[in-house]
């Protein structure tokens, strides 16, 4: 059975950096493109960012560029999230998923999600 399961999330202060890895098994073909999406408290879910299937096209939520990086490895079966300069509004539980569809499709496109990991970041 598909799954996916994050690692790396944390408890930080502003301005450090946290990587989040998410891996992937249970598939027989080609690799998935790659999503991280986040949800704080009360609030709704956040695209922050996606890798292609080869890893040669990435999007960004406009609210992390310039500070995180998508990146997979898919001898690993294995996407990764670098955080650089976290903010206490990066605060949220932050969540993978894989599709097979559209690469910019919207959260309920996504039919693979893994458990999310905290990442907790205090001023």
């Known amino acids: 059975q598909a799954q996916l399961v994050e690692s790396g999330g944390g408890l930080v202060q502003a301005g450090d950096s946290l990587r989040l890895s998410c891996t992937a098994s249970?598939?027989?073909?080609?690799?998935?493109?790659m999503a991280w999406f986040r949800q704080a408290p009360g609030q709704e879910r956040e695209f922050v960012a996606v890798?292609?299937?080869?890893?040669?096209?990435?999007y960004y939520g406009d609210s992390v560029k310039g500070r995180f990086t998508i990146s997979r490895d898919n001898a690993k079966n294995t996407a990764y999230l670098q955080m650089n300069n976290l903010q206490p509004e990066d605060t949220a539980v932050y969540y993978c998923a894989a599709s097979e569809g559209r690469l910019l499709g919207p959260d309920y496109e996504y039919p693979y999600w893994g458990q999310g990991t905290q990442v907790t970041v205090t001023s």
């Open positions: 249970g598939w027989t073909d080609s690799p998935l493109h």
């Open positions: 890798i292609s299937r080869n890893g040669g096209t990435t």
